[in-house]
């Protein structure tokens, strides 16, 4: 189907991976099956999901592959698609996949295979994607981050460090085998003790590739997605930002953000749980802002996807314009008991 499609130039694919030890033959696989079939593949490595989705979308490519299984355990693995532009595939476009699998049909040779390319800068472009979303410095924020030794564990201190903020890097030192292990957004004691022994002002916590972001403050207090979303819808807001004054959320969203964005005079939309949905009902109606409690957020001026590390710079610019402690932003919102039934 992809071939298909296109008429004009080579099909070419951007191919990155976590950190877990099976994403090595698992690249590998993905590697020799799009170029034995005719595509030019850019290899990228260890890189957070959204930079595989921003990498799609700036060098024009017409798939990217991401080998991850995000917040699970190291032993699984999963396969995540892009489609051109950098969004996620639609459920129509899997169903055609799915129906041609066992199709037959005739392999490329000689020139008309793909080639493997390795490309050594899409660090660097993602890294400077994400600067570029900010217009304040970070200067005078100490941040703890917990990389949960996964995809984001080289980029993220690093382009915190280049935002002006003070950066702490735990759990940075991915093995293979130690990704989400006891760390990360599905596991926030290691960083609210680091964030308390340090006296950070903030703790960001990724999840294994890095389309997440969770918070902690200064106290050790967990700041949710949902949160995250009241303090930047409020940021938007203020600015004359936030298209529509609408936020997009699911509706696993506490009632505490029903409430927080009622009296803030924003109005808030429920889609079904899970992101593609959130950006679809986004990219339908213009929002700019939407996401999940689980700190899957989308900014839609700077991204197509979730985008963990862009979540965290632009929380901490609030934090930063607003002189504002984290514990002061996240208690615009009161977070209700829930229970998921």
């Known amino acids: 189907i992809l071939v298909e499609n296109i008429k004009d130039h080579r099909p070419k694919a951007i191919v990155g991976s976590d950190s877990r030890a099976s ?28 930079a595989i989705a921003y990498l799609v979308a700036q060098s024009g490519a017409d798939l990217g592959v991401m080998l991850s299984a995000s917040h699970n355990a190291m032993p699984d693995n999963g396969i995540k698609f892009f489609s051109r532009g950098g969004g996620k595939l639609d459920d129509s476009l ?12 005739e392999r490329p040779t000689g020139r008309d295979v793909g080639r493997v390319i390795n490309d050594e800068s899409a660090a660097e472009r993602y890294a400077f994607h994400l ?18 030794n996964g995809a984001s564990s080289e980029v993220a201190p690093e382009v915190y460090a280049r935002a002006g903020a003070e950066v702490i890097a735990i759990s940075n030192k991915p093995n293979g ?17 680091k964030v308390k022994l340090e006296k950070a002002d903030l703790g960001i916590a990724h ?21 995250i979303i009241a303090i930047l819808a409020a940021g938007l807001n203020a600015r004359g930002e936030l298209s529509k004054q609408t936020v997009v959320a699911t509706v696993m969203s506490n009632l505490g953000l029903r409430l927080c964005m009622q009296d803030a005079g924003i ?13 679809e009902n986004m990219l339908a109606n213009g929002h700019k802002l939407g996401g999940e409690q689980s700190g899957h957020i989308i900014l839609k001026e700077h991204a197509n996807t979730g985008d963990g590390l862009l979540t965290a ?11 504002k402690t984290l514990q002061d932003l996240a208690s615009v919102m009161v977070r209700f008991p829930q229970v998921l039934i």
């Open 23 to 50: 994403g090595e033959f698992l690249e590998a696989a993905v590697v020799a099956g799009l170029s034995s079939a005719g595509v030019d593949v850019y290899r990228v490595g260890v890189l957070p999901t959204p």
């Open 94 to 105: 899997e169903a055609a996949i799915e129906a041609r699998m066992n199709e037959s049909w």
């Open 131 to 148: 600067l570029s979303s900010l217009t304040s410095s970070l200067s005078g924020i100490k941040v703890v981050v917990d990389c949960a």
């Open 177 to 193: 085998w130690n990704i989400n292990d006891n760390c990360g957004s599905t596991y926030l004691d290691n960083l609210i003790s």
């Open 207 to 227: 999840d294994g590739d890095a389309d997440r972001c969770l918070a902690v403050d200064s106290n050790g207090n967990e700041v949710d997605g949902d949160q």
């Open 267 to 279: 109005e808030m939309i429920e889609t079904k749980v899970g992101d593609r949905y959130v950006l």
């Open 313 to 323: 710079l632009q929380l901490m610019q609030v934090m930063a314009e607003s002189k």
